[in-house]
């Protein structure tokens, strides 16, 4: 089945130790989405690439940093993870950015829950 | 900015219906999105509305008035499996944002 899959889904590093968080999907979309989700909160758009065309929330902290080597894949980059960086982190695609009444729907992986000791 | 506003939780008894609401504030609105969050999981997607209106999909229903900036969310017949967090999503300008979510507990 066409899908996104996130890699590892559990993922412990290590105070200020650089991880990378890894997301590939089979569905050829253009758009790949990365959130950041903390215990009961809503999942909070970090930033999203479209095609190659990478755009960043204006608050996610310069800790974050993301690559797309290809359509297939995308990778998120935590440069010093600390305490406060532990979360879900969720992947996810679209179509396009949405611009038409259509529901160009996103498309989630199952996401990577990050531990920071 | 945006702005989405739902209540935290609800409870509810198995077999009743249950309406969860959603407020927002967004310029570009492009849509609205209802997902469902198991504890753990990735949100899966529960219905869409662009137009004013009501979506109907088996036991959820889904309202959308855009002048309010309102849309609601109808649960029929629960089950002790809809017990899990529902998500108010908004799209505006090639974004998806997300409401704090709904914590629904179904009692027997």
């Known amino acids: 089945d066409a899908m996104v899959i996130q890699n590892p889904r559990y993922q412990v590093t290590q105070f200020g130790k650089p991880v990378t968080l890894s997301c590939s999907q089979t569905l050829n979309h253009n758009v790949m989405y990365w959130y950041q989700q903390k215990s009961s909160q809503a999942p909070k758009l970090l930033f999203h690439?479209?095609?190659?065309?990478?755009?960043n929330e204006a608050d996610t902290p310069d800790n974050f940093q993301s690559r797309r080597p290809n359509t297939s894949f995308c990778f998120l980059d935590i440069r010093s993870p600390g305490l406060g960086d532990a979360a879900m982190y969720l992947c996810a695609t679209s179509y396009t950015l949405g611009q038409g009444l259509s529901n160009y729907g996103y498309t989630f992986g199952s996401g990577t829950r990050l531990t920071v000791v | 900015g945006q702005n989405i506003d739902q209540p935290t939780e609800m409870t509810a008894t198995e077999g009743a219906i249950v309406q969860i609401n959603c407020t927002y504030q967004t310029s570009g609105f492009n849509g609205l999105f209802w997902y469902q969050q198991h504890a753990g999981e990735a949100p899966t997607f529960l219905s869409y509305?662009?137009?004013?209106g009501l979506e109907e999909k088996g036991r959820f229903s889904s309202f959308l008035s855009r002048s309010k900036g309102y849309s609601y969310l109808l649960l029929k017949e629960l089950q002790m499996k809809d017990s899990a967090s529902y998500l108010c999503?908004?799209?505006?300008?090639?974004?998806?944002?997300f409401g704090q979510g709904t914590e629904l507990s179904v009692k027997p």
């Open positions: 509305n662009v137009l004013d």
């Open positions: 999503a908004v799209r505006a300008r090639g974004k998806l944002i």
């Open positions: 690439y479209y095609d190659k065309d990478f755009n």
